[in-house]
């Protein structure tokens, strides 16, 4: 099991980002998909998260209304659309699976993580 996330990069406030989380060695149709971000100093937190069905998403308070999980089962990966981004989105970026029922933003429900793609969000 193996997670690449990537497209992260540097973006002036308001600006906007996709993220990728592609999947390699496994079909990620059964699975949950989890963002996770942490900042410089700060606790890992979850950012949303999108059920295999994709019936179920879920989105922290702070991102709300400005960033969109979805995946795409035949391409084999999910995507974090994140816009109107803010200094305060700063962060390395993580992607999470598992396979569990519905989504959750705890991240010790997941066991595979894929390496961090860091955002910047800076004028």
């Known amino acids: 099991v193996q997670l690449q996330a990537s497209g992260g990069g540097l973006v002036q406030p308001g600006g906007s980002l996709r993220l990728s989380c592609a999947a390699s060695?496994?079909?990620?149709?059964?699975?949950?998909i989890g963002w996770f971000r942490q900042a410089p100093g700060k606790e890992r937190e979850g950012v949303s998260c999108?059920?295999?069905?994709?019936?179920?998403?879920y989105y922290v308070d702070s991102v709300k209304g400005r960033f969109t999980i979805s995946r795409d089962n035949a391409k084999n990966t999910a995507y974090l659309q994140m816009n109107s981004l803010k200094p305060e989105d700063t962060a390395v970026y993580y992607c999470a699976t598992d396979i569990l029922v519905g989504c959750t933003l705890v991240a010790g429900a997941y066991d595979y993580w894929g390496q961090g793609t860091l955002v910047t969000v800076s004028s």
């Open positions: 060695g496994f079909r990620l149709d059964y699975y949950t």
């Open positions: 999108i059920s295999s069905s994709a019936g179920s998403t």
